[in-house]
Nanobody
Framework: QVQLVESGGGAVQAGGSLRLSCAASWRTFSSSAMAWFRQAPGKEREFVASISRNGGSTVYADSVKGRFTISRDNAQMTVYLQMNSLKPDDTAVYYC??????????????????WGQGTQVTVSS
């Protein structure tokens, strides 16, 4: 059974840091582009960052560029999101997403096949 399990969320003050992890369970993980999305209360889910199969290419939303870093460890079947200089506007449920093997969905959430359950990130001012 395919699973994505996020961890690392929590509550921090503005300016702080958190590192999210997403553990995957499907055997073609190393062939799958991965991404992080987030959804704040009353807002639509939005793209945060994506990473290519081998980690050589990353894309970020303008709102997080320079503050967040996405990475992956294919041997550990895990993708990470390092979040620095957090702002109250970063408060949201963060979701890990995985694409079908060899697809490159980029920023389009509907093109991702696998989703985690989400982890809450709360940033206070």
């Amino acid at each position: 059974q395919v699973q994505l399990v996020e961890s690392g969320g929590g509550a921090v003050q503005a300016g702080g840091s958190l590192r999210l992890s997403c553990a995957a369970s499907w055997r073609t993980f190393s062939s799958s582009a991965m991404a992080w999305f987030r959804q704040a209360p009353g807002k639509e889910r939005e793209f945060v960052a994506s990473i290519s199969r081998n980690g050589g290419s990353t894309v970020y939303a303008d709102s997080v560029k320079g503050r967040f870093t996405i990475s992956r460890d294919n041997a550990q079947m895990t993708v990470y999101l390092q979040m620095n200089s957090l702002k109250p506007d970063d408060t949201a449920v963060y979701y890990c997403a995985g694409a079908q093997a060899y697809y490159s969905p980029g920023r389009i959430s509907t093109m991702y096949r696998y989703w985690g359950q989400g982890t809450q990130v709360t940033v206070s001012s």
